[in-house]
């Protein structure tokens, strides 16, 4: 049955069938939050791209529509963004009915093939239904190649103080930043990153966001890279730093991870969400993406996260936490009885039942090794958890499951420990197929997909001696 098969996620979206990456155009409009994606709708690994679309009222559970965007004689369309045009700048709409406008990459796979350079523009496309159906502008494309291979992925965010759309491109190995005032016609403004933070492989996805920290603005610049992520593979950096309208001025040379796992790749934020800074990343990997043994459908996003800036160990960093809404899946709050863990070290068995999904939580001291294991009766087993020695925290998924598929895939993820706190909280969001950890508020956060012969069926805690606090897990429901 739809949504019932195995591995499929129940506490995140996926596609009803066939093959999605990247998370595309979302913004929330009258009450919906919209998600286009990356989708090719004849088979289930990547093809010629068309954006999927669905909505949602709470982020949290989804209705898949038909569509948005198909190919056309431009070529396939990858990944870009949506905003609003409220003051109808672009004259696509009327001022009391706005368009939606989609900017997005034209990928010509022809120009490709030929050995051009400069088959990569970037396009636009409007709707004045809420984003059910969709018209090109005539004009596309609306940025042309000047002569960049990789030059795609536009997101576009009015830029109030400077009265104009400031746009936020990759190429390459840098950002440009284009600025047009009505969305047609572009001009460039400056380039950033050559010379900093991570260069593994080519940038793409970015997205420029104003968060505030101490009543100080800053902006935060996300960037995905493919591959060089810190575990292998494709993952997303960021920088923090100044913008000014024309070009972003880093605060610290630094190279940070918004998630340090496997599978969280080219995520960008909603449009159109006042100073709330909701992020949703794709939860796998180009590596072995198009591999995982899922039947009819493959990948899925991650968890959408709330965006927040934290001061810790003499920097600024991105803390990124499930947004609230999640509760809104919750069947209840079970504390677990430490007296009774002590006894038997199955949580499963001192809650007396087995949930698929649920999310889990405690606090702990930071100063011994303490992790979480799931397994099953097939002799797997998936482990998350801290290493205190190299003050880091893992996701081992060497023996969790099917592996075979892909040689880079049976592999231990680690992100650095940034909180100085003598205690650490942990929060682990398991799903059918998915585990996502939030330790210390957000700061260090890995994300890793796994793929068990049979559920797991036991969850234990090794703890060392220490004291676990404040142990809850909560069930959830299926969002389908
Ligand atoms: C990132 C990406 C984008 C591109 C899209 C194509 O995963 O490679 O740069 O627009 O996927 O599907």
Wanted: charged share 20%; with cysteine.
């Amino acid at each position: 049955k739809l949504y019932q098969e195995p591995y499929r996620l129940q506490a995140h979206f996926s596609p009803k069938e066939k093959w999605m990456n990247d998370p595309n155009g979302m913004v929330y409009y009258k009450g919906v939050y919209h998600l286009f994606f990356q989708y090719y709708p004849k088979a289930t690994v990547w093809g010629p791209m068309h954006w999927g679309h669905a909505v949602s009222n709470d982020l949290i559970h989804w209705k898949q529509l038909s569509i948005a965007l198909y190919p056309d004689k431009l070529g396939y369309i990858f990944s870009g963004s949506v905003v609003i045009d409220k003051d109808n700048t672009s004259g696509l709409g009327t001022k009391g009915k706005p368009a939606m406008v989609a900017i997005f990459t034209h990928h010509n796979p022809k120009g490709e093939k030929a050995g051009t350079s400069t088959y990569q523009n970037q396009s636009i496309a409007y709707s004045l239904d809420e984003g059910t159906t969709w018209t090109k502008y005539k004009g596309n494309p609306v940025v042309k190649n000047p002569g960049i291979k990789d030059f795609r992925d536009p997101k576009v965010f009015w830029y109030a103080p400077g009265n104009k759309w400031v746009m936020t491109l990759a190429t390459k190995d840098r950002i440009t930043f284009y600025s047009s005032p009505n969305l047609k016609d572009w001009k460039k403004e400056s380039e950033f990153g050559r010379m900093l933070g991570a260069h593994g492989g080519v940038w793409e996805c970015p997205d420029l966001i104003p968060l505030k920290l101490n009543g100080k603005e800053y902006w935060a610049l996300l960037v995905s890279i493919n591959p060089g992520g810190p575990n292998g593979g494709s993952a997303t950096q960021y920088f923090v730093g100044h913008f000014d309208g024309n070009k972003f001025t880093p605060t610290s040379t630094e190279t940070k991870w918004i998630d340090h796992g496997p599978d969280n790749y080219a995520g960008v934020t909603w449009s159109n969400t006042g100073n709330r800074k909701i992020f949703l990343g794709w939860m796998s990997n180009w590596l072995y993406a198009n591999e995982t043994p899922t039947v009819k459908w493959r990948s899925a996003t991650t968890i959408p996260r709330e965006l927040s800036l934290k001061s810790a160990a003499g920097d600024i960093w991105l803390t990124s936490n499930p947004v609230e809404e999640l509760e809104n899946i919750v069947t209840k709050t079970i504390n677990v009885d430490a007296g009774l863990l002590a006894k038997d070290n199955n949580i499963f068995s001192v809650i007396k039942q087995t949930p698929t999904q649920y999310r889990l939580k405690f606090n702990t001291q930071a100063v011994k090794d303490y992790s979480v294991i799931l397994s099953n009766n097939a002799g797997e087993k998936l482990v998350i958890g801290y290493n205190a020695k190299n003050s880091r925290y893992y996701i081992d998924r060497t023996r969790a499951g099917q592996n075979k598929f892909n040689k880079q895939f049976a592999s231990i993820a680690y992100a650095p420990r940034l909180s100085l706190s003598p205690t650490s909280d942990f929060e682990l969001l398991v799903d059918a197929s998915s585990v996502e950890l939030f330790a210390d508020g957000g700061l260090s956060n890995l994300t890793g997909i796994y793929f068990p012969k049979i559920p797991y069926t036991r969850l234990s805690i090794v703890n060392n001696g220490m004291e676990i606090e404040d142990l809850q897990i909560q069930p959830l429901k299926s969002i389908w």
